[in-house]
């Protein structure tokens, strides 16, 4: 199944579940493998050179201690076999996709006593305070959103929550008495002049608070026994940061490139599918279903997909909503709904262009967008990620492979209108909008970011696929982006002889390329003139020297930021003219050929056919602008290549002969398989056990030449013991080696 665990997480669960009462979660599992063979690294910028993976890891630590009921009623026996605390969840219509834990009637003598201290002052419900200063939206987000180092402290038990981890509150009693009418209220003086009780008109409360349990987690739970557990080292443990919700710390000696892997770690609490939540994700009204002509259905995610998404656990993630404005009083108990086995299922079902879109879209995020959002307050992954899971229901059909990159250019299009709404449904919970959170600056940054790769989006494209480099120079060749860039940048003229420049008339050429003559009065003159440049420039190396050594000794300078060899300015052509027409194609076709050949190593001949072919179609193109020469050179290449591949294809077909075929299949058991024979109709089922129960040594006798001595079966006895074979058609069989011979008399 495309949703069970990864390698990492079977490793690492065991251990984690027998001495930390928890289970690890890791539902990125296509990048995982992605970040194998690619990494990410900047070639200008503050972080030139800088190895990375193109997303980092996420790691959901679930907490095994906490049981979430489904009701109010508190069963007798806890699901979890393990001291525990047992909660009711309760859904919040204010704050979509956000929960609070109630803590069970049986829960405070778990809990203990917690003191008036610790609680609010009485409220009815969450309410906020409004500020309309702008000021207000980008510093709340930026205070909240900034990573933190961590407040190490001891942990005495792992099996318990502290106090601190429970928050007490009064709330006012719902009141049964409001609906009634005003006849039954003037009923009974007596009781209206009594007046109510203070105590009877509120209750308390205890609920699960977020960021106590954050607090605990990141501080207590993590550095001291957790960090470890999960593989990472005591030193950069210690260099941890975390914001609400997520805690990043770097994992040390992963690859040989990548020294140090960033990783999230995700506190949560796992719950069962909220149905009340997302039943609209169930039952999607606007979901197109499309089929072809053969039949086939086209539907994203498809009925059977949603059904083995509903038997999947969810995440509960300690971090409460936080308005643009005003102020939340109930974002320390407020819980967020996370679904990152939801998500892992819907990866792992994306077709192969849908993949490579997402991996195209995440390039141009690092790329583009991250430098300037290092706050983690702007656009994140799970926006991208959340915006392809739409274009991938929206048509689930229009995703070709020989178009990604128009089909990229729309899947941009669409976002950039999300964008300039600022709207960005949950696709699992579409009444929560994902940019609630995020400040209108940061959203504007990347409608602009997102429109000038629309004005020129080759250029954009070559800028950030160059940041990516495989792991190991074995894997298939790297596309060589600076040759690609300047034959998009360079004139014709340059195209057809890179050394026309130089075909100019004597006096034309500029005098340090004219030809020497020895005895000449200008050679000897500049030779003066070079011995003289040679010795000026020796005192300017060892001036410089001399200024650096000092510079060194008593500053600090820091590192000036590369300059970048792309023109983004730069506007492509409607139209190529023939001469750059032909150094693309021949560029691509090269590649493509380069790729095959890679591939007949590395992968199978099926995948290097198909870099053959498509080296064949631009072939054709490049036939059909004029250029037959330059395309039966290339073809007649590609035809040796097939050739190849086709030869290599059957001797591996030889190695590895195909498996026997299962007789007596079960999907044909119900059935009866019957065949006319000169009249007469012969059950094949009858006849397949038969033979096949010969070929076992424990039932199989010996037979005689002749037919006619041949013994009935012991199947065919057993199943028909009360039918007289005798009174129908003769049949004898006959082995000889392997095969049957059916004779009718």
Not at 63 to 81: F, R
Not at 363 to 376: G, Q
Not at 485 to 498: E, G, K, V
Not at 576 to 582: A, G, N, S
């Amino acid at each position: 199944m495309h949703s069970s665990r990864t390698t990492l997480e079977r490793e690492l669960n065991p251990s984690l579940l027998r001495d930390e009462t928890i289970e690890c979660v890791i539902p990125d599992v296509i990048f995982e493998n992605i970040n194998k063979n690619v990494k990410f690294r900047r070639l200008h910028g503050p972080n030139k050179n800088k190895v990375e993976p193109l997303v980092p890891r996420r790691m959901f630590v679930v907490n095994d201690n906490i049981e979430v009921l489904e009701s109010k009623h508190t069963p007798q026996y806890s699901a979890i076999d393990k001291p525990s605390y047992q909660v009711v969840m309760e859904n919040l219509e204010h704050h979509q996709g956000f929960v609070t834990l109630k803590c069970a009637p049986s829960q405070p003598r778990q809990i203990g006593h917690l003191e008036q201290t610790q609680e609010f002052e009485p409220v009815a419900g969450p309410s906020s305070k409004p500020d309309d200063s702008d000021i207000y939206e980008y510093s709340t987000f930026a205070s909240v959103n900034t990573p933190k180092p961590l407040d190490i402290t001891n942990c005495e038990r792992r099996d318990t929550l502290p106090r601190t981890c429970f928050t007490v509150r009064k709330l006012k009693k719902y009141d049964e008495r409001a609906g009634d009418s005003e006849d039954e209220e003037d009923d009974g003086d007596e009781e209206l002049t009594q007046p109510p009780v203070k105590e009877e008109l509120f209750e308390t409360v205890t609920y699960i608070s977020s960021n106590g349990f954050m607090t605990h987690f990141q501080n207590a739970v993590f550095p001291n026994s957790l960090g470890q557990a999960l593989g990472f080292d005591i030193t950069e443990i210690n260099l941890g940061k975390a914001i609400p919700g997520k805690i990043f710390c770097n994992l040390q000696d992963v690859d040989e490139d990548l020294s140090l892997l960033p990783c999230e770690i995700i506190p949560s609490i796992a719950i069962q599918w909220p149905i009340e939540l997302t039943f609209e994700f169930h039952d999607r009204a606007e979901r197109p279903t499309m089929w072809d002509k053969f039949g086939e259905e086209y539907r994203w995610p498809k009925v059977n997909m949603i059904n083995d998404i509903r038997g999947l656990n969810c995440a509960l993630i300690p971090r409460g909503y936080i308005p643009k404005r005003g102020d939340n009083q109930d974002a320390e108990i407020e819980w967020e709904v996370a679904f990152p086995k939801a998500q892992r299922y819907l990866d792992t079902h994306m077709s192969h262009t849908q993949i490579r879109a997402f991996a195209f879209l995440l390039t141009l995020y690092k790329s583009y967008i991250e430098p300037v959002n290092r706050k983690y307050d702007g656009l994140l992954v799970d926006h991208i990620r959340t915006h392809l899971y739409w274009e991938c229901e929206s048509n689930p059909r229009d995703w070709p492979e020989h178009r990604l990159g128009s089909k990229l250019v729309m899947v941009i299009k669409n976002f950039m209108e999300r964008l300039s709404k600022s709207h960005l449904p949950d696709f699992f919970i579409k009444r929560k909008n994902l940019f609630l959170n995020v400040p209108n600056k940061h959203l504007t940054h990347a409608q602009k970011v997102f429109h000038d790769i629309l004005e020129s989006p080759a250029i954009y494209f070559i800028g950030a696929l160059r940041n990516l480099r495989y792991t190991s120079p074995k894997f298939y060749p790297q596309i060589d982006f600076k040759e690609l860039y300047a034959i998009l940048t360079a004139a014709s003229t340059q195209l057809i002889n890179p050394r026309i420049l130089d075909m100019r008339p004597p006096n034309m050429i500029p005098k340090n390329r004219r030809p020497k003559v020895d005895g000449d009065t200008n050679y000897k003159k500049e030779i003066r003139w070079k011995i003289k440049q040679e010795k000026i420039n020796r005192e300017k190396v060892l001036q410089k020297q001399k200024e650096e050594n000092m510079r060194d000794e008593n500053l600090k300078v820091e590192k000036r930021g590369s300059v970048d060899s792309v023109d983004y300015e730069w506007q492509c052509e409607g139209k190529f003219d023939m001469f750059k027409t032909r150094a693309l194609l021949m560029f691509f076709i090269k590649h493509f050929i380069e790729m095959a050949r890679k591939s007949r190593r590395l992968a199978t001949q099926r995948q290097a056919l198909f870099y053959l072919k498509q080296a064949t179609y631009l072939s054709t193109i490049l036939e059909d602008s004029g250029l037959e020469a330059d395309a039966r050179e290339l073809q007649e290449v590609i035809r040796r290549e097939e050739d190849t591949s086709k030869k290599l294809s059957v001797s591996e077909s030889f190695e590895h002969p195909p498996s026997t075929p299962k007789r007596n299949s079960l999907q044909f058991t119900n059935w009866e398989l019957t065949q006319q024979v000169k009249g007469n109709n012969i059950n094949l089922n009858n006849l397949n056990k038969s033979y096949n129960n010969t070929a076992v040594p424990n039932n199989f006798t010996k037979l005689k030449k002749h037919p006619s001595n041949l013994k009935r079966s012991s199947v065919l006895r057993n199943n028909y013991p009360n039918e007289d074979r005798r009174k129908s058609g003769e049949i004898r069989r006959s082995v000889v080696g392997f095969s049957d011979a059916i004779e009718i008399r």
